[in-house]
T-cell receptor
Framework: DVKVTQSSRYLVKRTGEKVFLECVQD?????MFWYRQDPGLGLRLIYF???????EKGDIPEGYSVSREKKERFSLILESASTNQTSMYLC?????????????FGPGTRLLVL | SQKIEQNSEALNIQEGKTATLTCNYT??????LQWYRQDPGRGPVFLLL?????KEKRKERLKVTFDTTLKQSLFHITASQPADSATYLC??????????FGSGTRLLVRP
């Protein structure tokens, strides 16, 4: 079974802090994704990566950056946390070349920025 | 503009009945469509995929239809159980590896 793990389930940070969210997958997937999920807005793509050191902006990249130094690990960085970044953050991975691109999600990190 | 719509109101049904959830989209020509289940406080879990050239797909008590003319997919759960209560998300393939998700419909199955 594919397993996607996220470093924290719950996180409380203060405005202006630098926040690191880490995601690890164990199935050698090429693609990795970071989403945020807010009530009524669904999942919105922040960034994705299709290979090591490669990244592309999603729909809402402002205020975020990412890092992918190893294939299995994809980090989301909030450079200076703000209260409007309070949200549920979900990481996902998928394999290239299956023609289906099913995404496997981690359990999510609920971030509260005070 | 591109849009995916799922009914934002919760669907409340009696155990044993068939639940039918709708996903409508505009300005997309997806190669396939996926359905995911999400329980509170957890990440979505993949359920079914249907391709543009398929009319219907089944998996146990689940059935998905895909009408590219109407730009609509229907997701059915037959003989529903309280354990089926969750939020169900549809997702369209925007490119070779990106998915665009709807905001989901919450299903409540009463015992």
């Amino acid at each position: 079974d594919v397993k996607v793990t996220q470093s924290s389930r719950y996180l409380v940070k203060r405005t202006g802090e630098k926040v690191f969210l880490e995601c690890v997958q164990d199935m050698d997937h090429e693609n990795m994704f970071w989403y945020r999920q807010d009530p009524g807005l669904g999942l919105r793509l922040i960034y994705f990566s299709y290979d090591v050191k490669m990244k592309e902006k999603g729909d809402i990249p402002e205020g975020y950056s990412v890092s992918r130094e190893k294939k299995e690990r994809f980090s989301l960085i909030l450079e200076s946390a703000s209260t409007n970044q309070t949200s549920m953050y979900l990481c996902a991975s998928s394999k290239i070349g299956t023609g289906e691109e099913t995404q496997y999600f981690g359990p999510g990190t609920r971030l509260l920025v005070l | 503009s591109q849009k995916i719509e799922q009914n934002s109101e919760a669907l409340n049904i009696q155990e044993g009945k068939t639940a039918t959830l709708t996903c409508n989209y505009t300005n997309y020509s997806p190669a396939y469509l996926q359905w995911y289940r999400q329980d509170p406080g957890r990440g979505p879990v993949f359920l079914l995929l249907i391709r543009e050239n398929e009319k219907e797909k089944r998996k146990e008590r689940l059935k998905v239809t895909f009408d590219t003319t109407l730009k609509q997919s229907l997701f059915h759960i037959t003989a529903s159980q309280p354990a089926d209560s969750a939020t169900y998300l549809c997702a369209l393939a925007d490119s070779s590896y990106k998915l665009i998700f709807g905001s989901g419909t919450r299903l409540l199955v009463r015992p």
